[in-house]
């Protein structure tokens, strides 16, 4: 996804992008991964690509350690590495 802003009155073009894209029959979960989002600078930055997606499949953002699931207003979900690794359920229902 390409994003075209200007500031100073000069055009600066970014790129976002999600990191893994599972595939599950008629079903998408969509993976970013990130060391942490403890600003939220850093939430935003790390969620932009995944809530401009246009669609309404599962967004999961994995983050280090050991922190337990959760889900935020936009339907996000932040887990730690460890936890996705270890429950089965995480990714497909």
């Known amino acids: 996804m390409e994003l075209t802003t200007v500031k100073d009155g000069k055009k600066q073009q970014s790129q976002y992008e999600i990191d893994f894209v599972v595939n599950?029959?008629?079903?998408?979960?969509?993976?970013?991964?990130?060391?942490?989002?403890?600003?939220?600078?850093?939430?935003?930055?790390?969620?932009?690509?995944?809530?401009?997606?246009?669609?309404?499949?599962?967004k999961i953002v994995i983050?280090?350690?050991?922190?337990k699931a959760w889900t935020d207003e936009d339907g996000v979900m932040y887990v730690g590495v460890i936890p996705f690794l270890l429950e089965d359920n995480l990714i497909i229902d």
């Open 63 to 67: 983050t280090d350690g050991n922190a």
């Open 24 to 58: 599950a029959g008629r079903e998408k979960v969509y993976i970013q991964s990130a060391l942490n989002v403890d600003t939220e600078t850093k939430k935003q930055q790390e969620t932009f690509s995944l809530k401009n997606s246009g669609d309404f499949f599962r």
